[in-house]
């Protein structure tokens, strides 16, 4: 459950703490003392965008930060999964700050984490349900989730979903396949084309950088000539006035008296060793001589012939000699499938069988599961709209299977749809959701279906954000007791207008708004039971409170 909240410098809230305890806990205050910021702040905790305009006048970040903890073993391990452990007293401790260029800090027991992490951890931590959620109720395609909640099929549609992913994948390379089969003769014909294009030229890699050094060397031919053949004769070329001939000259003379100056054979080797390298420089010198054409105009217009030829194939092709290796390569591999197609299209198929067998296996267990819930779900929430004052309430879910040419029809979610109906009027035929008008009977359905599946989502901490809209009177007094009953399992939030519904909290606390040294601020205050007499009255009442309006709230405090 949420054990504290910290908000700092959101909106008009400055600082504000909140210590809870397990429970009904309700938050009341005058329109714009600030109870949406404080909803939008843990909204902001569980991973919501931070919206423009979110930190508060003259600062530069803004924080919330929650602690959590008594975890029953099934959200432990929970957030086991998620890569989170409670710290030795059992408690996470969630932290966000967001500044004002936009960039966002989480950390989870200290630790930072991204974005991906936070939202993957706090649906296991606290739900909240506002206006928004009411609206989507009126979307069937919500309706099959809350069935599954009810039905407790999480570990079935897991399996299922891997299942399913399998198969689209097989039939999206079916699909891709299939496509290309259709004009394959036109696309053999376009890659074989590319194929001998490329092939004709004989490219190798790094073709063009040798080139291009080569055309420098030609342009330069009559100085690298002239200096090579000159480095050339001086080492080696000469008979008798290189340094090569004279090398030679002086190994045998320091050899020829290396018996009398034994010294002299260690240098007689020295100078071997320095020949031996002379020579090869020589050589080196006179390879790059030979490399040099006789006649450079031919030479040079062969190489631009080729650097153009490279040139309108990198226009085509890429925009290097490797990779244009590298679109030949991608081609004949293409090329190899489109030849190929035929086999592999035929086992492709009989893949799709065998993973449409598996995951319809795991689709029919699934509709089996839910048709087997389906009846406890209509009556637990028809007998909560009954008591939520709706007596003549008709409700059902209809569960429907796809099907197409007398095939099941395969989804992420199964084969099923699910939309609720509801009849509210004695005689008045059912209808789907979406065409429920009145807000105040979607208040209390969406509370009856939350009502209904609490126990088996196992969120420990569920916020209700003004659901009593549109509902007053007994009814509202009612939906309070539900709200409080729900809370002996559940620790629950509720951010209310209603006197019938706050006077049933375990703890009430007021958010107010003022002015602290000429700027406004919000504050938050834990009341005690003369401060919900005088919230409730407030409630109840007009400009003025009046003594009956303050014995009608002493009233309300009295829980029946």
Not at 153 to 164: D, K
Not at 277 to 295: C, K, P, R, S
């Amino acid at each position: 459950m949420l054990l504290s909240l910290h908000i700092e410098n959101i909106a008009v809230i400055k600082s504000v703490d909140f210590d809870f305890s397990p429970g009904f806990m309700v938050l009341t205050g005058e329109t714009g003392a600030g109870k949406s910021i404080v909803i939008d702040s843990i909204n902001l905790l569980l991973g919501a965008k931070a919206e423009r305009g979110l930190i508060r006048s003259g600062e530069s970040c803004a924080t919330v930060s929650g602690l959590f903890g008594d975890f029953s073993e099934a959200i432990e391990d929970k957030l086991l999964e998620c890569g989170v452990r409670p710290d030795e007293d059992g408690t996470v401790l969630v932290s966000r700050t967001v500044t004002d260029d936009g960039k966002s800090r989480i950390t989870i027991n200290g630790r930072l984490v991204n974005m991906s992490v936070l939202k993957s951890v706090t649906p296991y931590l606290v739900s909240i349900h506002g206006q928004s959620d009411t609206v989507s109720l009126m979307d069937s395609k919500n309706h099959l989730a809350m069935l599954d909640v009810y039905a407790n099929l999480e570990g079935l549609l897991a399996e299922y979903r891997i299942s399913y992913s399998r198969l689209d994948k097989i039939r999206k390379e079916i699909a891709e396949l299939s496509a290309k089969a259709s004009e394959s003769e036109r696309l053999k014909e376009i890659l074989e084309y590319q194929i001998k294009d490329i092939d004709s030229a004989e490219l190798h890699d790094g073709e063009e950088e040798e080139l291009v050094d080569l055309k420098v060397k030609i342009r330069n031919s009559e100085k690298i000539n002239k200096n090579s053949e000159f480095v050339y004769r001086a080492l080696k070329g000469s008979e008798k006035g290189s340094v090569s001939y004279l090398l030679d000259r002086s190994i045998t003379a320091l050899t020829q008296i290396s018996d009398v100056v034994p010294e002299f054979s260690e240098l007689a080797d020295r100078l071997r060793d320095y020949s031996y390298q002379i020579d090869d420089i020589a050589e080196e010198v006179f390879d790059q001589t030979l490399g040099i054409d006789e006649n450079p105009t031919d030479k040079l217009n062969e190489i631009e012939e080729r650097l153009d030829k490279i040139a309108k194939l990198k226009r085509k092709y890429g925009l290097t000699v490797a990779e244009i290796l590298a679109f030949r390569e991608r081609a004949a591999s293409e090329l190899s499938s489109l030849e190929n197609s035929e086999d592999l299209l035929f086992n492709l198929k009989k893949q799709e069988k065998e993973a449409y067998a598996e995951a319809l296996e795991l689709a029919n267990r699934l509709h089996e599961s839910r048709l087997g819930a389906v009846k406890g779900l209509e009556t637990k929430v028809k007998d909560t709209l009954e008591f939520l004052d709706m007596p003549k309430v008709v409700f059902f879910a209809s569960l429907r299977e796809s099907f197409k040419d007398e095939q099941k029809q395969l989804n992420r979610d199964g084969s099923d749809s699910v939309e609720f109906y509801i009849s509210a009027n004695r005689g008045a035929d059912a209808q789907p959701l979406s065409k429920i008008a009145s807000g105040g009977e979607l208040s209390r359905i969406m509370l009856a279906l939350k009502s209904v599946i609490a126990d088996r989502d196992g969120v420990p901490t569920v916020i209700y954000d003004e659901i009593d809209a549109g509902v007053s009177g007994k009814t509202a007094r009612k939906i309070g007791i539900k709200m409080l009953s729900l809370s002996k399992t559940t620790q629950l939030f509720c951010v209310t207008h209603s006197a019938q519904i706050a006077s049933l909290g375990d703890v009430h606390f007021l958010i107010s708004k003022g002015d602290v040294d000429g700027v406004t601020e919000t504050s938050v205050r834990k009341l005690d039971r003369k401060g919900r007499v005088d919230e409730l009255s407030r409630i109840l009442g007009g400009i003025a409170i009046t003594e009956s309006q303050r014995a009608a709230a002493m009233d309300m405090l009295r829980r029946e």
